[in-house]
Structures are given as structure tokens and as C-alpha cells.
């Protein structure tokens, strides 16, 4: 009698750890597909915000180099400003938005994908400096535009392979460049053919005001 309950008590164990593993699994896979994704377009909007807010406070002169990942579970997304109200920043990843407010609507800012970036409070004034290609991966021989914002006198273009051999050292003129309703005078488009697999870095910075400064990272395959 004894032993049969023991079987049974053992039987029931498994069964509620099974119950348990499965009831795991499908929360985890719901937290990775569904929550994880919005929490971290909400931090990668308060992170941006914070460094705004930050400079702002820190006055004229006041520098910030920033970083954000360059994808949400997996997913590319960008970050604007809302053309109707220029003091909130917009995460836009698939289907999904998430917006946050800035303690300023004085933000010089365009479109821009994630890259390492500066926020810099020049003369009261908050510039965000980027640099962006439109997707992370391209083939050898494939067209790769490169375009950034926001810079205030010319911009010097550098483009390194892995081993930080120089591929590109160009000095460019500012321009407006516009992504729908998101315009800006004080940005650069650039073309470039990836000629060579591997890691390529892209650093933006002006030829002035060296604080304004910015770098992405792309993939040849």
C-alpha cells in the first residue's frame, strides 16, 4: 500500500513539474514576444529623453555621448521627433509607437536609426548628432547611403573596415534632407559601395564643433 502511494505521490510530482515547465514556457515566450518588446521601446525613448533633459540642464557647453541597441528583440526600428509637437520623441519599431516627452521643444533633431550618438546644449541650444543607413546588413557591391543630422558647420565622413584600415575620409557640405514631414538644413546623405566583408564603422562628426559626433556600425556580407 505503502510503495502504490509513494508511486502515486511520484506520478502527481511529475505531472504538476510538467504542468509547471509548460505553464513557463509559454509565459516566457509570451514576455519575449509581447512585454519585453514595448518595455524596451520605452527604455530606449526615457534613455534619449534623459540625456535631452540632462544637457538641458547641464547648460551651454554640456556634452552627452550616448548609446542605444541597434534593435528591439530583433526587430530595426528609428526614433523622430513628432512633427506636431516637437517636444515629444517617438520610438516607431513593426507596428507598434511609443512616445515620450522632452522638457524642451528646442531639440535640433531628424529621423535617425540607432547609433552612438552626442547630445550636446550649444548656446542653450540642444543637438542631437547622428548617423544612419537605412538597415544594418548589406551585400559587397551593394549601394549603402549614409545620411545624419544634426551638424552646424561641414562634416567629416569616416568610414573604417575591422581592422580600422581607412576606407573613406570624405569632408561634406551641409544640407537639407527631409524623411516625410521631418525636415532638416543641417544634415548630410552620402553614398557609398561596400567593396569588402566584415565590420564597417561610420563616424560623423563636424569639422567645428568636434563635440558634435556620431557612429554607426553596418555588416558586409
Known sequence: MKSQMSIEFLTG???????YVVTISVFSNYIQTGIIPAERGKQICYRITNDVNSALIG??????????????????????????????????????????????QEVSIIFFKPCDFSVNNVDENII??????????????????????????????????????VLKNETLDLKNISFGEIESDKGFRYNWTAEEEGKINIIASDIEYKNLYAERIIYIS
Not at 528609428?78 to 512633427?83: E, R, S
Open 13 to 19: 510530482v511529475v505531472i504538476l513539474l510538467l504542468i
Open 59 to 104: 547648460g551651454s557647453g554640456f556634452t552627452i555621448n550616448s548609446s542605444i541597441p541597434y534593435t528591439i528583440n530583433g526587430d530595426e526600428y528609428f526614433a523622430f521627433i513628432n512633427p506636431l509637437n516637437s517636444s515629444l520623441l517617438t520610438i516607431d519599431w513593426g507596428d507598434s509607437q511609443f512616445s515620450c516627452s522632452m522638457n524642451t
Open 128 to 165: 542631437l548628432s547622428t548617423v544612419s543607413s537605412d538597415k544594418l546588413e548589406y551585400e559587397v557591391g551593394e549601394n549603402v547611403e549614409i545620411y545624419g543630422g544634426v551638424y552646424l558647420t561641414n562634416v567629416n565622413l569616416l568610414i573604417l573596415n575591422e581592422d580600422n584600415e
